[in-house]
């Protein structure tokens, strides 16, 4: 039982062009979201987050998008460069409860070509 | 230490054998959390610490996997008789846990690449 699904195993774009990588999720109870983001044969690094009461947030080139309705979030970057190459993870963790529980996707492999 | 440090970075083992794992939280993080992460798989929650108690063990597999924290520090994650879906990356994160924030950031180390033959 998958509670957060990133659909797309990977996602190819060109230098410069947006790239938007998908998340969704099932269980209502999730109240905080994060990107991770990791290269290979390196931990994950927290890339941005946000909280079920926002609907963006922006950190230079990367913007994140909940929509809590359709229970989905986007990750944006723009413009796309060749560094940012690497497999991003959606996370999400629940208010109350087990809030110290980070549940995540099974990631989306991001090539960005020169 | 400035990060979360895990050791070995790789291990090589036949099936049967018990190996152990080892974490360095970040210095005065008292949440310790150990993930694992099968090919074309996300990170798999395993167990959670707080200091050196573990209030959460619900995601270790099987009786195989134990865990322990002392000094409110490093971490063990022990697999006895490993099997060969054993196999797969091992990652320890560490947070702060002050107040239980939910907005909280979990650090993770760079992990183990267990390897059962």
């Known amino acids: 039982d998958q509670q957060v699904k990133q659909n797309s195993p990977s996602l190819s774009v060109q230098e410069g062009r947006i790239s938007i990588l998908n998340c969704d999720y099932t269980?209502?109870?999730?109240?905080?979201f994060l990107w991770y983001k990791k290269y290979p044969a390196e931990g994950p690094t927290f890339l941005i987050s946000?909280?079920?009461?926002?609907d963006k947030n922006e950190d230079g080139r990367f913007t994140v998008f909940l929509n809590k309705s359709a229970k989905h979030l986007s990750l944006h970057i723009v413009p796309s460069q060749p560094g940012d190459s690497a497999v991003y993870f959606c996370a999400a963790r629940p208010k109350s409860g087990s809030n110290y529980k980070l549940t995540f996707g099974k990631g989306t492999l991001l090539t960005v070509n020169p | 230490g400035a990060g979360v440090s895990q050791s070995p970075s790789n291990k090589v083992t036949e099936k049967g054998k018990d190996v152990e794992l080892r974490c360095d939280p970040i210095s005065g993080h008292t949440a310790l959390y150990w993930y694992r992460q099968s090919l074309g798989q996300g990170l798999e929650f395993l167990i959670y610490?707080?200091?050196?108690?573990?209030?959460?063990k619900s995601g270790l597999p099987s009786d195989r996997f134990s865990a322990e924290r002392t000094g409110g520090s490093v971490s063990t994650l022990t697999i006895q008789r490993t099997q060969q879906e054993d196999s797969a990356v091992y990652l320890c994160?560490?947070?702060?846990?002050?107040?239980?924030?939910?907005?909280?950031?979990?650090?993770f180390g760079s992990g183990t690449q267990l390897s059962v033959l």
């Open positions: 946000i909280s079920s009461i926002k």
């Open positions: 610490f707080q200091g050196n108690s573990a209030p959460d």
């Open positions: 994160a560490s947070s702060p846990r002050t107040g239980g924030a939910t907005n909280e950031k979990l650090f």
């Open positions: 269980n209502s109870m999730f109240d905080y």
